[in-house]
């Protein structure tokens, strides 16, 4: 779940999944793998409730100049054990027994920072993309829907030291998603895109972290169908060691469409910056 899926999620600072506006060094490579355990999650589109499984959930950072990165996301395999399905399901699904699977709907998009924070202002930058069609919402989990989005990102560190961590680091993100209304001929529905995160050093290996992530519908009435309102705080850890970056974190659903709560873990990776030499 990306940006506009189950838990709205972006490729940042794993489990987090509000934007930050750090960049990763040029040449160099940051890839997230983890897995999330979900209860209770909603699919309105198809009508399906159940445990989500999330396995493979992938983040990929590189770095193209100082300020320029691209960003690749998605999950290689969702898992749903069917606890209730309406009757009739709002579209012709392909499922049999009580559970599916399918791939996640990837998102594409790149980040820029314009501004460099200051001793008084916040680092300020923009990131773009949008969701390929890469489910069969037959299957019953992801939308098949191309969806783009744009948002602003804001941060501030604290307690900054020369070759340290910051002991706070403070960012949001405010944007716009244009989502494609799936059962809905030449019709979209426009989100109110969100995020407050915040990490906390509490030592050179540890960080504990927490967020409000989620997206809003912007019409008076109802959304169409797989364009709701979904929300959801996270609150957890980040555990350096042996060259990587650990982390997990509890999951709690803020509005009707999210889930009830859930578990996720995950590990980071970054590889050496390499740019090439000019002859």
Known sequence: ??????????????????????????????????VDFIQNAKFPLSGLKGDLTRVGDVRIRQGLAPNVEIQIEGTIQNYLAINSASNPSPIPLNVTGNSTNDFSDFTISAKIKLLNETKYLPAIGTKFGFQMPNTDQARGIGTNQINIFSKIIAQKKFG????RDPL?????????????????????NDVFLYGLAGIVRVNDRINLVAEINGRENTRSGNAPLGTESVGEFRVGTQIRASGLRFDTAAIFGLTRFSPRTGVTFGVTYESPAFIPIAK
């Open 1 to 34: 779940m990306i940006i506009f899926g189950v838990s709205a999620a972006n490729a940042q600072q794993r489990p987090l999944i509000t934007d930050d506006i750090d960049i990763t060094p040029q040449g160099a490579l940051e890839i997230g793998v983890g």
């Open 160 to 163: 900054k030291r020369a070759g």
């Open 168 to 188: 706070v680091n403070l960012y949001g993100n405010v944007g716009l998603g244009i989502m494609n209304a799936p059962l809905n001929t030449f019709t979209q």
